[in-house]
């Protein structure tokens, strides 16, 4: 048993720097934190990052779905010293949380990606690298060693229709220390996300989100291959061509005045747009898997019962419950319903309750979406995650404090995690289940 008093301690600097006046940048609730982090971001950054597929009944969906569990406190229990700690795919980690990956994160602030490493680092928990992000992942992998040498990292694969690419961004991820390879299922094309479609804001247009690509051998092989067999076309000129021009040359590595008058940064971007996502994605693609890693592979994007029990007859490691935060589907089930269903039908056929030890599984169980709170972290993992990702709740620390605020935003969800669960009467994250809780309604 690990003695740890984080909350307390989370709370003491807090109170501590109230003393003095100073009142903390990175509110402490996730209302205040989501509206001050609005009043800060463009509205190209507001609606790529908090904004939901359709209607947003999905983003609602994710909500309503926790707030129909309650967390029932025992009383009279010695929670005097409590665990956080827990072990995924070989490395113990403070915390059982991640930072989920969050693709064109630098609208939400600059080189995003370096500074979302350094805060997970910090906090001595992963940071799941986006496939869409904006650094190269080798330079968040130094910035996260710098903080803290080996300091856990995944790495997010969007699986391209050019396998080459493929191959390569694997072989990169696991030169760089990715202690596993997540790959996302339910992006093989973008969702209706009217946010961005109204303000008619494509990120990845302007090369914002690219840098894993723009930074890839195999990728700029492509284009080459690509403007070779172009024919030549007059484009359009406009104002927004030209801004947009400018803002490609920026975001792709070379000279700004050389970028904006090669055809190869434009090329990039298009080549980007082509063939960033495999829409003929299928589970014969996922056997392959085996043969190009040796790194644990998770699947993100899981819903269905019986696309977990295929998962884990494959063999996979590792499955994300995910509806990627209500961006893809409007009117999907919710993540912690599909997460009920999901642990229901995979720890009956691993032979254990579904209550039961995690452990029994043979796979692990992870589940984003919807996710902004200490106490929402106890649900999913009282529900049977054996982790919890956060995704918008760093963004927005972020964009409000750098480094720093992200580190902070999911540092308050860790300390209410580490309150809620003394509070509640448990001790350790990795004994809790279904008791803890009663369903509403």
Excluded at 173 to 202: C, F, H, I, Y
Aim: charged share 25%.
């Amino acid at each position: 048993m690990v003695s740890i008093a984080f909350g307390r301690a989370r709370q003491n600097d807090i109170y501590t720097s109230g003393i003095h006046g100073r009142k903390p940048t990175v509110p402490a609730d996730f209302a205040e934190l989501e509206r001050r982090a609005r009043a800060v971001m463009s509205r190209r950054g507001w609606a790529y990052i908090a904004g939901g597929a359709g209607e947003g009944r999905t983003m609602d969906a994710n909500r309503d779905a926790l707030d129909r569990w309650a967390i029932v406190p025992r009383m009279l229990r010695d929670t005097s010293q409590r665990n956080l700690e827990t072990e995924l795919f070989g490395q113990k980690l403070d915390a059982p949380v991640l930072f989920s990956p969050v693709g064109a994160g630098a609208l939400a602030h600059p080189n995003a990606d370096v500074h979302i490493g350094e805060a997970a680092a910090q906090l001595g928990v992963p940071y799941i690298f986006s496939n869409q992000g904006c650094a190269p992942m080798e330079d968040v992998a130094a910035a996260m060693d710098a903080v803290k040498p080996g300091a856990p990292r995944w790495f997010q694969l969007y699986w391209s229709t050019d396998d080459r690419l493929v191959t390569s961004l694997i072989n990169r991820a696991e030169k760089m220390g990715a202690a596993a390879l997540v790959v996302t299922l339910d992006t093989t094309m973008l969702g209706w996300r009217p946010q961005d479609l109204n303000l008619g804001s494509l990120p990845f247009a302007r090369a914002e989100g690219i840098s894993q690509y723009t930074s890839d051998p195999s990728f700029w092989e492509i284009v080459g291959e690509r403007l070779k067999a172009a024919t030549a076309e007059k484009p359009e000129v406009s104002l927004g061509a030209i801004k947009t021009l400018f803002s490609i040359a920026r975001n792709v590595p070379g000279d700004l005045r050389e970028n904006l008058t090669k055809p190869e940064p434009r090329a990039a971007v298009q080549t980007f747009l082509d063939i960033y996502s495999r829409p003929s994605l299928n589970w014969d693609d996922i056997a392959t898997l085996r043969d190009r890693t040796s790194l644990p592979i998770v699947l993100k994007g899981i819903l269905h019962p019986d696309d977990a029990l295929l998962a884990l007859e494959a063999g996979i490691d590792g499955i994300i419950v995910s509806n990627h935060g209500g961006r893809q589907i409007d009117g999907s089930i919710s993540s912690t319903d599909a997460l009920v269903d999901i642990v229901d039908a995979v720890g009956g056929r691993a032979g254990s309750r579904a209550s039961g030890r995690k452990s029994d599984r043979g796979m692990k169980i992870l589940v984003d979406s919807g996710f902004y709170t200490g106490s929402d972290v106890f649900k999913g993992l009282a529900l049977g995650a054996d982790a919890v990702c956060i995704g918008r709740p760093h963004m927005y620390g972020l964009a409000l404090d750098g480094t720093d605020g992200a580190r902070d935003a999911v540092a308050n969800i860790i300390g209410e995690l580490d309150l809620t669960l003394g509070l509640s009467g448990h001790r350790d994250v990795n004994d809790l289940n279904r008791s803890a809780l009663k369903r509403l309604g």
